[in-house]
């Protein structure tokens, strides 16, 4: 195994985070990936959340999502935590709310890192903690009337 260097673009950068958004409107790959480009990383992951026709083996005819008013700033504060623990270069996060259709994009995360090993493990952390830690609930309708909340405490 090659001596981990000290050159600068071995490590993260000290404003790593582009990108942070709770939106009401259409997100785009575009923008997410353009935020995280970085001359000094070898290794970008991108996180895309659509939304599916079915959950738990039903059919979903409607959905949306809400969100605190904290939402973004929970997401920052994830974002952050995440920067301290990889060599990340640049990292970039949106999340939609408000209705929804099949295939919509509901989430787009990316992370870019020297090596492509960090990024992935850097991505996953993202979108898992961005998921678990951030309060964004999804309600869903699904096509026999019944419906359910996701992510509400």
Known sequence: MAPISDHPGEQGAPDAIKLIAVRDTPLSLDEVFRAVGDDASGGTALFVGTVRNHDGGADVDRLGY?????????????????????????????HRVGDLG???????????????GEAFEACRKLIDDLKHEVPIWKHQTFSDGTEEWVGAC
């Open 66 to 94: 809400s969100c605190h008013p904290s939402a973004e700033a929970e997401m920052r504060r994830v974002a952050e935590k995440v920067v301290a623990d990889f060599p990340v270069r640049a990292l970039a996060a949106v």
């Open 102 to 116: 099949v295939g919509d994009l509901a989430v787009v995360v990316a992370v870019s890192c020297p090596h492509r």
